[in-house]
C-alpha cells in the first residue's frame, strides 16, 4: 500500500525554529495535512495544503510542498513549550475517505 | 457543542470477551470514521461510514463490526476480542466539502 513516513522524535530548543519531515509515496494525493496531537487527546488539523501549491503560510507555521519529491515539511518558528506534542502528517486523494497517517514525530520543547 | 465524543475513555478486557465501543458527534456530519493509533505507526482506517445506515470497511476491518443506525452514532464492536486488538480507537467525523476530519479523545482498550 501506499506509504507516509516521518521521523518519530525531534528536540529543540524554545525560541528555536522546529522542522518536521515527511515523505508519501502516493503520487495521486490531493491534499496533505499536519495534524496535532496533545497528550491524552484526539488529533487536531493544524493545516493543510493542495498538491498544486508550493508553500502555505499560516502565522508561525510554513509548510512546504516538493511534489516531485513528495516531500512535504512542517516548519515552526519560534517554538515554545506548549508546541511540544505529536505531529502527524497525512495525505488523502480528493475526498477524505482515504486518508493516510505517518507514524507522528514527538516534538519536545526544551526550556 | 461537544463536537466528537468517545466512551468509554479505558477499557479491559480479557482475551474471548466482547464490548462496544460508542462515537457521538453533534455536529450533523455525514461521515464517520474510526481508526486505531499503535506504537511507531500511523492511524489506520479500521470502517468508515458515509452515512445513516451504511458502513464500509477501511485498511484493517478484520476482528470489528460497525453500526451507524442514527446519524450522529457510529459503533465499533468487537465480538471476541484478541491481544492484538490492544491499542488507542479514534473516532472521527466530517461533512461533505470539508477538508478536516474532527477527532474525539480515544479510547484505550488493553486485551490481556
Known amino acids: 500500500g501506499e506509504d507516509v513516513e516521518q521521523s518519530l522524535f525531534l528536540s529543540v530548543r524554545e525560541g528555536d525554529s522546529s522542522v518536521i519531515n515527511c515523505t508519501y509515496t502516493d503520487s495521486s494525493s490531493t491534499y496533505l495535512y499536519w495534524y496535532k496531537q496533545e497528550p491524552g487527546a484526539g488529533l487536531q488539523l493544524l493545516t493543510y495544503i493542495f498538491s498544486n501549491m508550493d508553500m502555505k503560510q499560516d502565522q508561525r507555521l510554513t509548510v512546504l510542498l516538493n511534489k516531485k519529491d513528495k516531500h512535504l515539511s512542517l516548519r515552526i518558528a519560534d517554538t515554545q513549550t506548549g508546541d511540544s506534542a505529536i505531529y502527524f502528517c497525512?495525505?488523502?486523494?480528493?475526498?477524505?475517505?482515504?486518508?493516510?497517517f505517518g507514524a507522528g514525530t514527538r516534538l519536545t520543547v526544551k526550556p | 457543542n461537544a463536537g466528537v465524543t468517545q466512551t468509554p475513555k479505558f477499557r479491559v478486557l480479557k482475551t474471548g470477551q466482547s464490548m462496544t465501543l460508542l462515537c457521538a458527534q453533534d455536529?450533523?456530519?455525514?461521515?464517520m470514521y474510526w481508526y486505531r493509533q499503535d506504537p511507531g505507526m500511523g492511524l489506520r482506517l479500521i470502517h468508515y461510514?458515509?452515512?445513516?445506515?451504511?458502513?464500509a470497511k477501511g485498511e484493517v476491518p478484520d476482528g470489528y463490526n460497525v453500526s451507524r443506525l442514527k446519524k450522529q452514532n457510529f459503533l465499533l464492536g468487537l465480538e471476541s476480542a484478541a491481544p492484538s486488538q490492544t491499542s488507542v480507537y479514534f473516532c472521527?467525523?466530517?461533512?461533505?466539502?470539508?477538508?478536516?476530519?474532527?477527532f474525539g479523545p480515544g479510547t484505550r482498550l488493553t486485551v490481556t
Open positions: 472521527a467525523s466530517t461533512t461533505t466539502g470539508s477538508y478536516e476530519q474532527y
Open positions: 461510514s458515509v452515512g445513516e445506515g451504511t458502513t
Open positions: 497525512a495525505e488523502s486523494g480528493p475526498n477524505n475517505n482515504d486518508m493516510r
Open positions: 455536529m450533523n456530519h455525514e461521515y
